[in-house]
Protein backbone atom coordinates (compact mmCIF):
# COMPACT_ATOMS: atom_id res chain seq x y z
CA UNK A 1 0.00 0.00 0.00
CA UNK A 2 0.97 3.53 -0.92
CA UNK A 3 1.72 6.44 1.87
CA UNK A 4 -1.43 8.04 2.45
CA UNK A 5 -1.44 12.35 2.90
CA UNK A 6 -4.15 14.25 3.73
CA UNK A 7 -3.51 16.61 1.12
CA UNK A 8 -6.52 19.09 1.75
CA UNK A 9 -8.87 20.77 4.06
CA UNK A 10 -11.50 18.16 2.37
CA UNK A 11 -9.22 15.23 2.99
CA UNK A 12 -8.85 16.49 6.77
CA UNK A 13 -12.52 17.15 7.47
CA UNK A 14 -13.38 13.28 5.94
CA UNK A 15 -10.95 11.75 8.04
CA UNK A 16 -12.51 13.56 11.14
CA UNK A 17 -15.49 12.82 10.27
CA UNK A 18 -15.09 9.29 9.74
CA UNK A 19 -12.95 9.23 12.98
CA UNK A 20 -15.90 10.49 14.85
CA UNK A 21 -18.15 8.37 13.49
CA UNK A 22 -16.03 5.30 14.37
CA UNK A 23 -15.41 7.08 17.76
CA UNK A 24 -19.09 5.68 19.51
CA UNK A 25 -19.58 9.04 21.65
CA UNK A 26 -16.13 9.80 22.73
CA UNK A 27 -12.63 10.14 21.12
CA UNK A 28 -12.96 14.05 21.74
CA UNK A 29 -14.09 16.91 19.34
CA UNK A 30 -13.88 17.26 15.96
CA UNK A 31 -13.06 21.22 16.21
CA UNK A 32 -9.91 19.92 18.36
CA UNK A 33 -8.90 17.32 15.79
CA UNK A 34 -9.68 19.62 12.61
CA UNK A 35 -7.72 22.46 13.74
CA UNK A 36 -4.69 20.55 14.28
CA UNK A 37 -5.02 18.73 11.12
CA UNK A 38 -5.50 22.31 8.58
CA UNK A 39 -2.50 23.92 11.42
CA UNK A 40 -0.51 21.39 10.28
CA UNK A 41 -1.39 21.93 6.41
CA UNK A 42 -1.04 25.57 6.62
CA UNK A 43 2.50 24.90 8.47
CA UNK A 44 3.47 22.34 5.21
CA UNK A 45 3.84 19.41 7.47
CA UNK A 46 2.64 16.50 5.58
CA UNK A 47 -0.07 14.34 7.80
CA UNK A 48 -0.62 10.73 6.85
CA UNK A 49 0.21 6.83 7.07
CA UNK A 50 2.06 4.33 5.88
CA UNK A 51 1.73 0.29 5.40
CA UNK A 52 2.16 -0.95 8.97
CA UNK A 53 4.40 -3.97 7.44
CA UNK A 54 7.04 -0.76 5.98
CA UNK A 55 7.52 -0.14 9.79
CA UNK A 56 11.08 -1.77 10.59
CA UNK A 57 10.65 -4.68 13.50
CA UNK A 58 13.23 -3.01 15.16
CA UNK A 59 11.98 0.25 15.38
CA UNK A 60 10.85 1.67 18.99
CA UNK A 61 7.20 2.18 17.93
CA UNK A 62 4.94 3.92 20.70
CA UNK A 63 1.34 5.08 21.16
CA UNK A 64 0.39 9.01 22.42
CA UNK A 65 -3.72 10.21 23.36
CA UNK A 66 -5.24 12.43 25.21
CA UNK A 67 -6.54 11.44 28.47
CA UNK A 68 -9.75 12.65 30.88
CA UNK A 69 -13.32 12.96 30.89
CA UNK A 70 -15.46 14.60 27.76
CA UNK A 71 -17.39 16.39 30.05
CA UNK A 72 -18.08 20.00 29.55
CA UNK A 73 -15.87 22.69 31.29
CA UNK A 74 -18.03 24.73 33.46
CA UNK A 75 -17.36 28.45 34.84
CA UNK A 76 -15.60 27.21 37.85
CA UNK A 77 -12.66 26.00 35.67
CA UNK A 78 -11.50 29.54 35.09
CA UNK A 79 -11.36 30.38 38.39
CA UNK A 80 -9.55 27.46 38.88
CA UNK A 81 -7.07 28.27 36.48
CA UNK A 82 -6.79 31.81 37.79
CA UNK A 83 -5.90 30.24 41.61
CA UNK A 84 -3.12 27.95 40.26
CA UNK A 85 -1.55 31.09 38.60
CA UNK A 86 -1.96 29.51 35.26
CA UNK A 87 -1.56 30.76 31.50
CA UNK A 88 -3.31 29.98 28.73
CA UNK A 89 -3.14 25.87 27.92
CA UNK A 90 -1.30 24.83 25.35
CA UNK A 91 -2.60 23.16 22.32
CA UNK A 92 -3.46 19.50 22.53
CA UNK A 93 -0.83 18.24 19.83
CA UNK A 94 1.91 20.32 21.29
CA UNK A 95 1.36 18.23 24.46
CA UNK A 96 1.60 15.05 22.58
CA UNK A 97 4.72 16.28 21.43
CA UNK A 98 6.02 16.95 24.39
CA UNK A 99 5.21 13.81 25.82
CA UNK A 100 6.52 11.61 22.77
CA UNK A 101 9.98 13.93 23.07
CA UNK A 102 9.80 13.27 27.27
CA UNK A 103 8.78 9.07 26.66
CA UNK A 104 11.89 8.78 23.89
CA UNK A 105 14.53 10.66 26.49
CA UNK A 106 13.37 9.12 29.08
CA UNK A 107 14.06 5.48 27.40
CA UNK A 108 16.92 7.04 25.73
CA UNK A 109 15.81 5.96 22.20
CA UNK A 110 14.41 7.20 18.79
CA UNK A 111 11.12 7.24 18.63
CA UNK A 112 10.40 5.06 15.71
CA UNK A 113 6.63 4.77 15.11
CA UNK A 114 3.69 6.49 16.95
CA UNK A 115 0.28 4.79 16.62
CA UNK A 116 -2.87 6.09 17.61
CA UNK A 117 -4.59 4.49 20.40
CA UNK A 118 -8.29 4.83 19.45
CA UNK A 119 -10.03 6.45 16.77
CA UNK A 120 -11.63 9.13 17.56
CA UNK A 121 -12.41 13.15 15.92
CA UNK A 122 -9.21 14.46 17.68
CA UNK A 123 -7.44 11.62 19.51
CA UNK A 124 -6.80 10.09 16.30
CA UNK A 125 -6.08 13.68 14.01
CA UNK A 126 -3.95 14.94 17.01
CA UNK A 127 -1.68 12.21 17.42
CA UNK A 128 -1.31 11.64 13.40
CA UNK A 129 -0.17 15.30 13.68
CA UNK A 130 2.27 15.18 16.84
CA UNK A 131 4.04 12.03 15.27
CA UNK A 132 4.05 14.21 11.90
CA UNK A 133 5.92 17.19 13.27
CA UNK A 134 8.37 14.85 15.08
CA UNK A 135 9.15 13.35 11.61
CA UNK A 136 7.81 9.91 12.87
CA UNK A 137 6.02 7.59 11.24
CA UNK A 138 2.05 6.61 11.85
CA UNK A 139 1.37 2.65 10.89
CA UNK A 140 -2.54 2.49 9.62
CA UNK A 141 -4.41 1.58 12.50
CA UNK A 142 -4.88 1.59 16.04
CA UNK A 143 -5.00 -0.61 19.03
CA UNK A 144 -8.70 -0.43 19.30
CA UNK A 145 -10.83 -0.05 16.25
CA UNK A 146 -12.92 2.55 18.04
CA UNK A 147 -12.85 4.69 20.68
CA UNK A 148 -12.64 3.51 24.36
CA UNK A 149 -12.46 4.74 27.88
CA UNK A 150 -9.79 2.73 29.59
CA UNK A 151 -6.65 1.26 29.25
CA UNK A 152 -7.80 -2.28 29.25
CA UNK A 153 -9.93 -1.92 25.77
CA UNK A 154 -6.70 -1.97 23.81
CA UNK A 155 -5.30 -4.90 21.94
CA UNK A 156 -1.70 -4.26 24.27
CA UNK A 157 -3.67 -5.55 27.64
CA UNK A 158 -5.43 -8.48 25.50
CA UNK A 159 -2.25 -9.43 24.56
CA UNK A 160 -0.66 -8.79 28.17
CA UNK A 161 1.85 -6.00 26.92
CA UNK A 162 2.25 -3.83 29.68
CA UNK A 163 1.98 0.14 28.57
CA UNK A 164 4.51 1.70 31.24
CA UNK A 165 6.23 2.91 31.65
CA UNK A 166 4.24 6.23 30.28
CA UNK A 167 5.05 10.22 30.28
CA UNK A 168 1.91 12.64 31.11
CA UNK A 169 2.11 16.48 29.49
CA UNK A 170 -0.73 18.35 30.14
CA UNK A 171 -1.49 21.28 28.11
CA UNK A 172 0.29 23.60 31.23
CA UNK A 173 3.19 22.29 30.61
CA UNK A 174 3.43 19.87 33.45
CA UNK A 175 5.34 16.78 33.46
CA UNK A 176 4.69 13.16 34.73
CA UNK A 177 6.68 10.06 34.43
CA UNK A 178 5.53 7.16 35.56
CA UNK A 179 8.23 4.09 35.43
CA UNK A 180 6.15 1.33 35.95
CA UNK A 181 2.32 0.68 37.65
CA UNK A 182 1.25 -2.22 39.16
CA UNK A 183 -1.09 -3.60 36.34
CA UNK A 184 -2.97 -2.00 33.90
CA UNK A 185 -6.27 -1.47 36.12
CA UNK A 186 -3.54 0.66 38.38
CA UNK A 187 -2.46 3.15 35.35
CA UNK A 188 -5.59 3.73 34.14
CA UNK A 189 -5.96 5.11 37.41
CA UNK A 190 -2.94 6.76 37.53
CA UNK A 191 -3.28 8.70 34.25
CA UNK A 192 -6.81 9.60 34.89
CA UNK A 193 -6.36 11.16 38.04
CA UNK A 194 -3.01 13.06 36.45
CA UNK A 195 -5.74 13.87 33.90
CA UNK A 196 -8.11 15.31 36.41
CA UNK A 197 -5.06 17.29 37.79
CA UNK A 198 -4.51 19.01 34.72
CA UNK A 199 -8.17 20.60 34.35
CA UNK A 200 -7.69 19.98 30.08
CA UNK A 201 -6.97 16.64 30.44
CA UNK A 202 -3.11 15.08 29.48
CA UNK A 203 -1.32 13.71 26.68
CA UNK A 204 -0.28 10.10 27.69
CA UNK A 205 2.84 8.44 25.82
CA UNK A 206 2.99 5.11 26.40
CA UNK A 207 3.52 1.33 25.49
CA UNK A 208 7.09 1.45 24.31
CA UNK A 209 7.43 -1.83 21.86
CA UNK A 210 9.49 -3.06 19.10
CA UNK A 211 7.79 -2.40 15.40
CA UNK A 212 7.48 -6.12 15.27
CA UNK A 213 5.20 -6.30 18.33
CA UNK A 214 3.37 -3.41 16.78
CA UNK A 215 2.52 -5.08 14.12
CA UNK A 216 1.47 -8.30 15.94
CA UNK A 217 -1.16 -6.27 17.64
CA UNK A 218 -2.10 -3.37 15.39
CA UNK A 219 -6.14 -3.45 14.28
CA UNK A 220 -4.67 -3.00 10.63
CA UNK A 221 -6.53 -0.19 7.77
CA UNK A 222 -8.45 1.52 10.68
CA UNK A 223 -7.38 5.27 9.45
CA UNK A 224 -7.75 3.89 5.80
CA UNK A 225 -11.52 3.43 6.95
CA UNK A 226 -12.07 6.23 8.54
CA UNK A 227 -11.32 8.23 5.50
CA UNK A 228 -13.46 6.24 3.54
CA UNK A 229 -16.25 6.19 6.19
CA UNK A 230 -16.39 10.27 6.28
CA UNK A 231 -15.69 10.44 2.47
CA UNK A 232 -18.79 8.28 1.90
CA UNK A 233 -20.85 10.13 4.02
CA UNK A 234 -19.41 13.53 2.44
CA UNK A 235 -19.81 12.32 -0.70
CA UNK A 236 -23.76 11.50 -0.39
CA UNK A 237 -24.89 14.76 1.07
CA UNK A 238 -23.10 16.33 -2.44
CA UNK A 239 -25.38 14.08 -4.38
CA UNK A 240 -28.48 14.10 -2.47
CA UNK A 241 -28.27 10.78 -1.18
CA UNK A 242 -28.76 9.53 1.99
CA UNK A 243 -25.33 9.98 4.24
CA UNK A 244 -26.44 7.61 7.04
CA UNK A 245 -26.53 4.75 4.47
CA UNK A 246 -23.53 5.93 2.51
CA UNK A 247 -21.46 5.60 5.75
CA UNK A 248 -23.26 2.11 7.29
CA UNK A 249 -21.99 1.18 4.19
CA UNK A 250 -18.77 1.67 4.20
CA UNK A 251 -18.49 0.84 7.61
CA UNK A 252 -19.86 -2.54 6.98
CA UNK A 253 -22.10 -1.83 9.53
CA UNK A 254 -26.00 -1.88 10.17
CA UNK A 255 -28.75 1.47 10.43
CA UNK A 256 -30.31 0.09 14.10
CA UNK A 257 -32.28 2.83 15.07
CA UNK A 258 -34.15 6.39 13.97
CA UNK A 259 -35.71 8.88 16.22
CA UNK A 260 -35.30 12.06 18.39
CA UNK A 261 -33.26 12.32 21.63
CA UNK A 262 -35.47 12.97 24.02
CA UNK A 263 -33.12 13.68 27.09
CA UNK A 264 -29.70 12.99 28.21
CA UNK A 265 -28.63 13.07 32.03
CA UNK A 266 -24.78 12.98 32.81
CA UNK A 267 -22.24 13.46 35.12
CA UNK A 268 -18.41 13.97 35.25
CA UNK A 269 -16.83 11.52 37.89
CA UNK A 270 -13.28 10.04 38.30
CA UNK A 271 -11.71 11.30 34.68
CA UNK A 272 -14.66 10.23 32.80
CA UNK A 273 -18.30 11.21 31.55
CA UNK A 274 -20.92 8.91 32.30
CA UNK A 275 -24.39 9.27 31.59
CA UNK A 276 -27.55 8.15 29.34
CA UNK A 277 -29.52 9.54 26.25
CA UNK A 278 -33.16 8.35 25.74
CA UNK A 279 -34.08 8.58 22.24
CA UNK A 280 -38.03 7.71 20.97
CA UNK A 281 -38.24 7.01 17.20
CA UNK A 282 -38.52 3.42 15.24
CA UNK A 283 -36.99 -0.10 15.24
CA UNK A 284 -37.98 -2.15 11.90
CA UNK A 285 -40.79 0.43 11.22
CA UNK A 286 -42.29 0.36 14.21
CA UNK A 287 -42.66 2.72 17.48
CA UNK A 288 -39.62 1.88 20.06
CA UNK A 289 -37.24 3.59 22.55
CA UNK A 290 -33.97 3.68 22.72
CA UNK A 291 -31.72 4.04 26.17
CA UNK A 292 -27.84 3.98 25.51
CA UNK A 293 -25.47 4.09 28.35
CA UNK A 294 -22.53 5.56 27.65
CA UNK A 295 -18.47 6.20 29.59
CA UNK A 296 -17.41 8.22 27.86
CA UNK A 297 -18.23 6.17 24.55
CA UNK A 298 -21.74 4.72 24.06
CA UNK A 299 -21.09 0.69 25.59
CA UNK A 300 -24.67 -0.58 27.02
CA UNK A 301 -28.32 0.03 24.84
CA UNK A 302 -31.81 -1.02 26.09
CA UNK A 303 -34.32 -1.35 23.01
CA UNK A 304 -37.81 -1.23 24.82
CA UNK A 305 -36.78 -1.53 27.80
CA UNK A 306 -34.41 -4.67 26.85
CA UNK A 307 -31.08 -5.24 26.89
CA UNK A 308 -29.76 -5.04 23.22
CA UNK A 309 -26.32 -3.94 21.67
CA UNK A 310 -23.54 -3.77 23.84
CA UNK A 311 -19.64 -2.80 23.81
CA UNK A 312 -17.26 -4.38 22.40
CA UNK A 313 -19.57 -3.70 19.31
CA UNK A 314 -19.81 -0.02 18.46
CA UNK A 315 -22.77 2.28 18.42
CA UNK A 316 -22.53 5.51 17.15
CA UNK A 317 -25.13 8.01 17.13
CA UNK A 318 -25.43 10.20 14.17
CA UNK A 319 -27.68 13.13 12.50
CA UNK A 320 -30.17 11.76 10.66
CA UNK A 321 -29.43 14.16 8.22
CA UNK A 322 -26.01 14.79 7.41
CA UNK A 323 -24.48 11.63 8.74
CA UNK A 324 -21.86 13.31 10.61
CA UNK A 325 -21.53 11.60 14.50
CA UNK A 326 -22.38 12.95 18.03
CA UNK A 327 -19.90 12.99 20.86
CA UNK A 328 -21.55 12.46 24.17
CA UNK A 329 -20.97 15.94 25.00
CA UNK A 330 -22.29 17.48 22.26
CA UNK A 331 -25.60 15.40 22.12
CA UNK A 332 -28.82 16.87 23.01
CA UNK A 333 -32.69 16.98 23.49
CA UNK A 334 -34.22 17.19 20.59
CA UNK A 335 -31.03 16.13 18.17
CA UNK A 336 -33.08 14.01 15.06
CA UNK A 337 -31.13 10.87 14.99
CA UNK A 338 -29.94 7.64 13.55
CA UNK A 339 -28.10 4.82 15.85
CA UNK A 340 -25.77 2.77 14.12
CA UNK A 341 -23.68 -0.30 14.96
CA UNK A 342 -21.00 -2.31 13.50
CA UNK A 343 -19.11 -5.50 14.96
CA UNK A 344 -16.24 -5.51 17.39
CA UNK A 345 -12.82 -7.19 17.15
CA UNK A 346 -12.91 -11.02 17.82
CA UNK A 347 -9.96 -10.30 20.15
CA UNK A 348 -12.39 -8.18 22.28
CA UNK A 349 -15.33 -11.06 22.36
CA UNK A 350 -13.22 -13.95 24.17
CA UNK A 351 -14.26 -14.73 28.04
CA UNK A 352 -11.32 -12.71 29.04
CA UNK A 353 -11.79 -9.87 27.09
CA UNK A 354 -15.56 -9.37 28.28
CA UNK A 355 -15.39 -9.81 32.16
CA UNK A 356 -11.94 -8.16 32.46
CA UNK A 357 -12.09 -5.56 29.60
CA UNK A 358 -14.97 -4.96 27.11
CA UNK A 359 -18.23 -6.61 28.21
CA UNK A 360 -21.43 -5.22 30.10
CA UNK A 361 -19.56 -6.94 33.02
CA UNK A 362 -16.70 -4.66 32.99
CA UNK A 363 -19.11 -1.97 32.32
CA UNK A 364 -21.07 -2.74 35.50
CA UNK A 365 -24.00 -4.67 34.15
CA UNK A 366 -23.29 -8.15 35.63
CA UNK A 367 -26.93 -9.15 34.68
CA UNK A 368 -26.47 -8.11 30.69
CA UNK A 369 -25.26 -11.24 28.45
CA UNK A 370 -22.80 -10.30 25.67
CA UNK A 371 -24.41 -11.08 22.14
CA UNK A 372 -22.76 -10.62 19.26
CA UNK A 373 -24.65 -7.42 16.75
CA UNK A 374 -25.13 -9.57 14.07
CA UNK A 375 -26.91 -12.40 15.82
CA UNK A 376 -29.37 -9.20 16.93
CA UNK A 377 -29.80 -7.51 13.84
CA UNK A 378 -30.31 -11.39 11.59
Not at 294 to 304: A, D, G, Q, Y
Request: glycine share 10%; with cysteine; proline share 6%.
Amino acid sequence: MNPTTLNTELDCQDFVDGCLWLGTGGGGQASEGLSALLSALHDDVAVGWVDAESIPNDALAITVYASGSIAPLGPEVDELIASLHLGEPARAEDAMVRAVEELGRYLGQRVGAVVPVELGASNSPTSLVAAARLGIAVPDGDFSGRAVPDEMQGTPFINEIPSFPFTSVDMFGNIAIVPETANAFMLERVSKYLSIAGIHGTSIASTPISGEVMKRIIVPGTLTKSLAIGRAARQARESNEDPVNAAVEAADGWRLFDGVVISKDWEDRGGYMYGNVHIDGTHDGKPATLRIWFKNENHVSWLNGEPWVCSPDLISIVNAETGLGYTSTDIAEGDRVAVVGSRGLDVFRTDHALENAFGPAYFGFPDISYQPIENIVS
